[in-house]
Nanobody, 128 residues
Framework: QVQLVEFGGGLVQAGDSLRLSCAAS????????RGWFRQAPGKEREFVAA????????VYADSVKGRFTISRDGAKNTVYLQMNSLKPEDTAVYYC?????????????????????WGQGTQVTVSS
């Protein structure tokens, strides 16, 4: 079992920055990738960003490219999501996820089915 706990959500104004963290514990050996998803009220959970452990390759949703950066600290089993130039449409509950599946193409990590474990989520609210 793997436990994922997100930190760093909050209320910010448009244009501000925020950094989310997700700490993993438990059976973390074998995790091949970590991802971030988000879910706004009344909408489906959507992919935001992912990072592959083997080579730190990353993939992003078009809506966040150039504004968000995903990174990880292997020693701390923690993944981060640096969010800059936040917009009201970024308002959502943000979830981190862990995948035990290795894919040669990072595009596979944009799908929810690639992930085996999920955190409980942290609320991000961006006011206009």
């Amino acid at each position: 079992q793997v436990q994922l706990v997100e930190f760093g959500g909050g209320l910010v104004q448009a244009g501000d920055s925020l950094r989310l963290s997700c700490a993993a514990s438990g059976r973390t050996l074998g995790i091949d990738a970590r991802g971030w998803f988000r879910q706004a009220p009344g909408k489906e959970r959507e992919f935001v960003a992912a990072i592959r452990r083997s080579d730190d390759s990353t993939v992003y949703a078009d809506s966040v490219k150039g504004r968000f950066t995903i990174s990880r600290d292997g020693a701390k089993n923690t993944v981060y999501l640096q969010m800059n130039s936040l917009k009201p449409e970024d308002t959502a509950v943000y979830y981190c996820a862990a995948s035990f599946n290795y894919y040669s193409s990072t595009s596979y990590y944009t799908g929810r089915s690639a992930y085996d474990y999920w955190g409980q989520g942290t609320q991000v609210t961006v006011s206009s």
